[in-house]
């Protein structure tokens, strides 16, 4: 398992705020993906779907502004596609799928090099 490093000393403060701004956005996310299945399914007003869409614009504005001003924009990519390989690889362990291990020495051509 991949460890997620936010830093230690004055790099502390950058690395909690990526990891929060990252979970934040994963939030959001979610936010957006139950809003959309909720529109699909009737079950929203057109009042409804515009208020929502307008709330989540503004959070994901002022999550861009917060970025900017702190300079974690690469920082967040970063830990966003870490913890995507992460829950990639707790998927493919649940389910069973078999998984290409390359440690030291692995070749793409295969058999053994030393």
Same mark, same amino acid.
């Given at each position: 398992m991949t460890a997620i490093d936010v830093g230690d000393g004055e790099d502390a403060r950058d690395g909690l705020m990526t990891l929060v =701004?990252? =979970? =934040?956005e994963i939030l959001i996310d979610a936010l957006e993906r139950e809003a959309i299945r909720?529109? $699909?399914s009737g079950n929203l007003s057109d009042e409804e779907i515009e208020r929502l869409g307008g709330q989540l614009a503004t959070i994901e504005a $002022?999550?861009?502004r917060l970025k900017a001003d702190e300079g974690i924009d690469d920082g967040v990519d970063d830990l966003r596609g870490d913890l995507d390989g992460l829950v990639t690889d707790a998927i493919e362990q649940l389910h069973g799928e078999p998984r290409t291990v390359q440690q030291p020495g692995y070749? =793409?051509? !295969? !058999?053994d090099s030393e």
């Open positions: =701004v990252t =979970v =934040v909720r529109m $699909e $002022e999550i861009d070749s =793409v051509f !295969g !058999g």
